[in-house]
């Protein structure tokens, strides 16, 4: 009886911190304008087998490339998005394009706005992840005025930020 009693709540306490040490499989930004824009839209990754898949939706955007990247801090607080911090890099690697086998692992790239000011993007990224050191979650994600060059140190010119979010876990498909 009292063994029982016991063994309920240590059960419970197990199963608790199963579901808390599952990886996340699907993870979630919302982007919102910094002060000044109307950049705003969403960001999906999904575990894939080769890698973290993206689904970019963005509009408000200038027509063209604008860089595109997982920043250091989950924080959007700051009116022009300084607050997200420097690229996220957590293998010291120099900033490069998301190609490359030695980049940053926030640096997706460009995202590139049509006509109407709406970029939509899909692809396989083979460095970032939801687990492991290169886990994007709780990272900010930061979409910029200009062209990502993909190779000036370290934040590919890019410019302003005009939009910012935080990647957080969200619920399996
Ligand atoms: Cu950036
Ligand atoms: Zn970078």
Known sequence: MRSS?????????LAAAAAFAAPATKAVAVLQPTQGNKVEGKV???AAEKGLKINV???GLTPGKHGFHI???GDCSAPDGASAGGH????????AAPTDEKRHAGD???????????ADLEYVDHKAA???ASSV???????????DDLKTQPTGNAGGRVACGVVGAAKAD
Not at 88 to 95: A, E, I, K
Not at 137 to 147: E, F, Q, R
């Open 5 to 13: 009693a016991l063994l309920l709540p240590a059960a419970a306490a």
């Open 44 to 46: 999906t990754f999904t």
């Open 57 to 59: 939706h963005v509009t």
């Open 71 to 73: 920043h250091e801090f």
């Open 88 to 95: 996220f890099n957590p293998t010291g690697d120099p900033h």
């Open 108 to 118: 997706l790239g460009n995202l590139e706005a049509n006509k109407d000011g709406v």
């Open 130 to 132: 939801l687990d492991g």
């Open 137 to 147: 979650l709780g990272h900010g994600v930061i979409v910029h005025a200009n062209p």
